[in-house]
């Protein structure tokens, strides 16, 4: 009996050890934080047009139909990784993405950057002091919302849109939210 | 030398006071004190989500000056001091509070700490009661071992022998 409270430690160690290896084998990255606006209708806010366009961007653009919500900037890298794919969601007609553009330092670099790699958004907003990023509850770019015909948040993506996540993740969610009522 | 310490002590304590610098520039306080130091009060009190452990306050974080920017905006528009949290909480979740509030889900963050110091304090005292008065090493009580005793010893020991043996 005594010899067992000496074990004690070594069981506890070992189950902290256990823990951080699913963690670790989950894939998802620690510091990820999970969003409290799933389920909760997207907080409003109104961005003004990019340069050089007459459109902006207002959540009120987004009711009645499932919508996709992209964060991107030009300094962005990750988001160019993601960037070929948005066209091909585009091109096929697949959802609207409407786009944030965000914090840029020079108001020529997101049109700029558009220009040279295609321009995805049925609608784009300036964010360059973080009004619609801190709206979104968002930490980093790129990050993507799924939201449904009544303007709610029903899915975040954190970090780059690849093939594996739209096949496996975005494409049924947003399927499923097409079939709703709106 | 006594001097020397007290000179350092109160270097020591007013750097304490006032060692935090602020990330904050000149360009983001407000013209109205009074409400610049609510919103001071309220970005020590809000996370800068991309640093994890420095409030907005002293971040140099771009996202952290965007945030202590949107505090002041909001300040200005009227908002109370507990708006301003509350609108960074229903984006951020509570993990945007350098404090977690006490709820139902982190009694154990609060608490857990208090609850293992009484366990440790419960089992040292259970831990002493179990010694036999004049048990103590050194004293002539435990000098010599009874008859009894070294029996007990000499099982114990052979017990671990084959312990060991078994164990290869």
């Given at each position: 009996m005594k010899r067992l409270v000496y074990i004690i430690p070594l069981i506890v160690l070992l189950g902290v050890v256990g823990a951080s290896i699913v963690q670790m084998k989950s894939g998802k990255p620690a510091n990820e934080l999970p969003s409290v606006?799933?389920?909760?209708p997207i907080p409003e806010f109104t961005l003004a047009p990019i340069k050089g366009r007459d459109q902006g961007f207002s959540t009120?653009?987004?009711?009645?139909q499932v919508t996709l919500v992209n964060l991107f900037g030009s300094w962005c890298f990750a988001c160019l990784t993601e960037h070929p794919f948005l066209m091909r969601v585009k091109e096929q007609n697949l959802v609207p993405i409407f786009g944030l553009d965000w914090r840029?330092?020079?108001?020529?670099a997101g049109p700029e950057w558009l220009a040279k790699w295609g321009d995805p958004y049925t609608r784009i907003g300036d964010d360059p002091k973080s009004k619609g990023a801190i709206s979104l509850g968002v930490?980093?770019?790129p990050e993507s919302f799924i939201i449904d015909?009544?303007?709610?948040?029903?899915y975040k993506q954190i970090g780059p849109i690849t093939p594996e996540v739209w096949d496996e993740t975005l494409w049924p969610i947003i399927q499923k939210l097409k079939q709703e009522q709106g | 030398m006594k001097k020397l310490f007290l000179a350092f002590m109160v270097m020591f304590v007013a750097l304490s006071l006032?060692?935090?610098?602020?990330?904050?520039?000149?360009?983001?306080?407000?013209?109205?004190p009074a409400l610049e130091m609510r919103a001071r009060e309220v970005s020590k009190q809000l996370r800068c989500v991309v640093c994890q452990n420095q409030s907005i306050d002293d971040s140099n974080a771009e996202l952290a000056r965007d945030m202590r920017l949107l505090v002041r905006d909001r300040m200005l528009a009227g908002d109370s001091n507990q708006n301003v949290l509350d609108y960074m909480v229903d984006r951020y979740?509570?993990?945007?509070?350098l404090e977690p509030p006490l709820k139902a889900s982190t009694m154990l963050l609060w608490y857990g700490p208090f609850i293992l110091i009484v366990l440790g304090l419960i089992g040292v005292v259970f831990y002493y009661r179990k010694q036999p008065k004049g048990?103590?090493?050194?004293s002539e009580a435990s000098a010599e071992l009874s008859s009894e005793e070294r029996a007990k010893l000499k099982s114990v020991l052979s017990d671990n022998n084959t312990d060991s043996g078994n164990n290869q």
């Amino acid at each position: 009996m005594k010899r067992l409270v000496y074990i004690i430690p070594l069981i506890v160690l070992l189950g902290v050890v256990g823990a951080s290896i699913v963690q670790m084998k989950s894939g998802k990255p620690a510091n990820e934080l999970p969003s409290v606006l799933i389920n909760t209708p997207i907080p409003e806010f109104t961005l003004a047009p990019i340069k050089g366009r007459d459109q902006g961007f207002s959540t009120a653009d987004l009711k009645g139909q499932v919508t996709l919500v992209n964060l991107f900037g030009s300094w962005c890298f990750a988001c160019l990784t993601e960037h070929p794919f948005l066209m091909r969601v585009k091109e096929q007609n697949l959802v609207p993405i409407f786009g944030l553009d965000w914090r840029e330092k020079d108001p020529d670099a997101g049109p700029e950057w558009l220009a040279k790699w295609g321009d995805p958004y049925t609608r784009i907003g300036d964010d360059p002091k973080s009004k619609g990023a801190i709206s979104l509850g968002v930490t980093g770019a790129p990050e993507s919302f799924i939201i449904d015909k009544k303007g709610i948040i029903r899915y975040k993506q954190i970090g780059p849109i690849t093939p594996e996540v739209w096949d496996e993740t975005l494409w049924p969610i947003i399927q499923k939210l097409k079939q709703e009522q709106g | 030398m006594k001097k020397l310490f007290l000179a350092f002590m109160v270097m020591f304590v007013a750097l304490s006071l006032n060692g935090q610098a602020s990330a904050i520039e000149p360009d983001e306080i407000l013209a109205d004190p009074a409400l610049e130091m609510r919103a001071r009060e309220v970005s020590k009190q809000l996370r800068c989500v991309v640093c994890q452990n420095q409030s907005i306050d002293d971040s140099n974080a771009e996202l952290a000056r965007d945030m202590r920017l949107l505090v002041r905006d909001r300040m200005l528009a009227g908002d109370s001091n507990q708006n301003v949290l509350d609108y960074m909480v229903d984006r951020y979740g509570d993990y945007v509070l350098l404090e977690p509030p006490l709820k139902a889900s982190t009694m154990l963050l609060w608490y857990g700490p208090f609850i293992l110091i009484v366990l440790g304090l419960i089992g040292v005292v259970f831990y002493y009661r179990k010694q036999p008065k004049g048990a103590q090493p050194g004293s002539e009580a435990s000098a010599e071992l009874s008859s009894e005793e070294r029996a007990k010893l000499k099982s114990v020991l052979s017990d671990n022998n084959t312990d060991s043996g078994n164990n290869q």
